[in-house]
T-cell receptor
Framework: AQRVTQPEKLLSVFKGAPVELKCNYS??????LFWYVQYSRQRLQLLLR??SRESIKGFTADLNKGETSFHLKKPFAQEEDSAMYYC???????????FGQGTRLTINP | DAGVTQSPTHLIKTRGQQVTLRCSPK?????VSWYQQALGQGPQFIFQ???????QRGNFPDRFSGHQFPNYSSELNVNALLLGDSALYLC????????????????FGPGTRLTVL
């Protein structure tokens, strides 16, 4: 079964420090992977998807098929980055998302 | 456009009761997916509706059923409620995909918090 694992439930870093949120997936085919974010009192929203290769709000994520990872990175954390982050994988042909359990990121001033 | 809307915001039920949750998709969207998010967990796919039919289903029992109306809005029904059904129920809407390999972004609603006592 397709599975997404986020090993860290909580992550706390200081403002200006680099951030890396880990995500590993298990999928036998060609995965399509996403990062979703939920800011306080807001709804879940798409942050980025691997095929677009964009940098959103300074965040990037690279798909590493050898390590089956899709870690989210930002070189300099900002306080407004504090949020809940979910890694998700798409089951192609089914259009359903499989989510990890999420990582709560806290940026300390 | 208010985006995806869900009602009610909160709901309290007792074991054995039945509940109906409602979702209106974002303007221009025709596909609705439902997810269950237990406390401390990521959302888990329940099912998806398109053209008033259930197209995909996750690993949920038959107590969970749904419906989609001609205006694309949707309902999630849960029968014989269990304590373990307590969760945040999320609705997400999208446009139907053009091909199996394409993906149209799912937009999420604010959720309905269901508490079963």
């Amino acid at each position: 079964a397709q599975r997404v694992t986020q090993p860290e439930k909580l992550l706390s870093v200081f403002k200006g420090a680099p951030v890396e949120l880990k995500c590993n997936y298990s999928y036998s085919g060609s995965p399509e992977l996403f990062w979703y974010v939920q800011y306080s009192r807001q709804r879940l929203q798409l942050l980025l998807r691997h095929i677009s290769r964009e940098s959103i709000k300074g965040f990037t994520a690279d798909l590493n098929k050898g390590e089956t990872s899709f870690h989210l990175k930002k070189p300099f954390a900002q306080e407004e980055d504090s949020a809940m982050y979910y890694c998700a994988s798409l089951i192609q042909g089914a259009q359903k998302l499989v989510f990890g359990q999420g990582t709560r990121l806290t940026i300390n001033p | 456009d208010a985006g995806v809307t869900q009602s009610p915001t909160h709901l309290i039920k007792t074991r054995g009761q039945q509940v109906t949750l409602r979702c209106s998709p974002k303007s221009g969207h025709d596909t609705v997916s439902w997810y269950q998010q237990a406390l401390g967990q990521g959302p888990q796919f329940i099912f998806q509706y398109y053209e008033e039919e259930e197209r995909q289903r996750g690993n949920f029992p038959d107590r969970f059923s749904g419906h989609q109306f001609p205006n694309y809005s949707s309902e999630l029904n849960v029968n014989a409620l269990l304590l373990g059904d307590s969760a945040l129920y999320l609705c997400a809407s999208s446009r139907i995909w053009d091909s199996p390999s394409s993906y149209n972004e799912q937009f999420f609603g604010p959720g309905t918090r269901l508490t079963v006592l």
